[in-house]
């Protein structure tokens, strides 16, 4: 019996495409089989974006020391360069918004540089910061490397400037801190500089490696494909249909465009898969219970948020989701864990 030759070429295609889909669903569940997995020096559940804009003005040693104080995993934080090579942390290189002073920080010597104003508005919340804290000035960032020498700080390098980068570099070298220190920007640009320059420094996956990783998920590739990131750090959508994170949206077509992203993003098998690489998954800026329930739900690794003190009232009722004393035990002694 003579099979037809279109018959033939339909059945190796069908055992092609099939081989693939089972190979591709064996390595997402078993990575490893395919990838050496990513050696985890910490574990971050609580973060705490600029050191917890909500409780106290953004990005000060105060509001540092605060989340500190509370027990923080980690500290995240934004930095630029002055006119006199001084590395800041701030978040805008314009002062208008932080300061009432229209003035470029990288146009500013350290010296000069004003103090904030006494009530800062919040960028994914509607509401404003009024601690009433007296601490209101732009600190450099070597004061916190040497104020919290054995906590992980995640440094947003905020603009493409070499002198920023090197400098940086410089001061995680000095502070032996490479082991603590995570880094990158949004833009693959700025990321890959940050990497060349220094790839003992835990590298976060920029906007568009994110966005690479989510349509590699969806076509079946991302088994297959070898990843540099060592941070997957992406906002959770649903947060902007939230009126109490952003003006309430009226348009059912961007609001379907979130709920489509939502459901693309927040997804376990995806997330699950990048934990077992050892590609530790954060979701910003959470500041409601029900959204740190839901990162954490999906598998995330670490929720960044602006109220330290609400995120680690949710994670003393929430004892599942908080590290483990053989977690910790393990990362100190340099082993690899296994993130379910």
């Not at 295609?13 to 078993?30: E, K, M, P, Q, R």
């Not at 020096?41 to 020391?65: D, K, P, V, W, Y």
Request: net charge neutral; hydrophobic share 40%.
């Amino acid at each position: 019996m003579t099979l037809n030759p279109t018959l033939i070429g339909v059945m190796i295609l069908v055992a092609i495409v099939t081989g693939y889909i089972l190979t591709s669903i064996t390595l997402l569940h078993f990575p490893t089989l395919l990838h050496k997995k990513k050696k985890q020096r910490f574990i971050c559940r609580h973060i705490s974006h600029r050191g917890g804009a909500g409780e106290n003005l953004e990005n000060t040693m105060a509001a540092f020391q605060h989340a500190v104080d509370l027990g923080t995993d980690m500290l995240e934080l934004d930095c630029h360069i002055t006119a006199d090579n001084q590395v800041v942390v701030s978040h805008d290189n314009n002062l208008k918004r932080g300061t009432g002073q229209d003035a470029l920080i990288s146009d500013t010597l350290y010296e000069d540089l004003p103090l904030l104003k006494e009530s800062l508005k919040l960028d994914f919340y509607q509401t404003h910061c009024t601690s009433g804290c007296k601490d209101r000035q732009i600190p450099l960032l070597e004061d916190v490397f040497k104020q919290f020498p054995n906590l992980p700080i995640n440094v947003d390098i905020k603009i493409d400037n070499d002198e920023l980068i090197n400098r940086v570099s410089e001061l995680v070298v000095k502070y032996n801190r490479s082991h603590l220190t995570v880094w990158g920007n949004k833009s693959i640009q700025v990321t890959n500089k940050c990497y060349s320059k220094n790839p003992d420094i835990g590298i976060l996956c920029s906007a568009s490696e994110c966005i690479r990783i989510v349509l590699l998920f969806y076509t079946g590739l991302l088994p297959f494909i070898p990843l540099r990131g060592q941070y997957y750090e992406m906002i959770m959508p649903s947060i902007i249909l939230d009126k109490t994170h952003a003006p309430t949206l009226t348009s059912k077509g961007v609001r379907l465009l979130i709920r489509i992203l939502d459901s693309m993003i927040m997804n376990g098998s995806l997330i699950r898969h990048l934990n077992k690489r050892g590609i530790q998954t954060y979701f910003w800026v959470l500041n409601e219970d029900s959204e740190f329930e839901k990162a954490f739900n999906y598998g995330a690794v670490g929720v960044m948020t602006d109220f330290p003190t609400k995120l680690k009232n949710w994670l003393e009722l929430h004892p599942q989701n908080t590290m483990t004393r053989q977690d910790e035990h393990s990362v100190q002694n340099g082993r690899l864990l296994e993130t379910n």
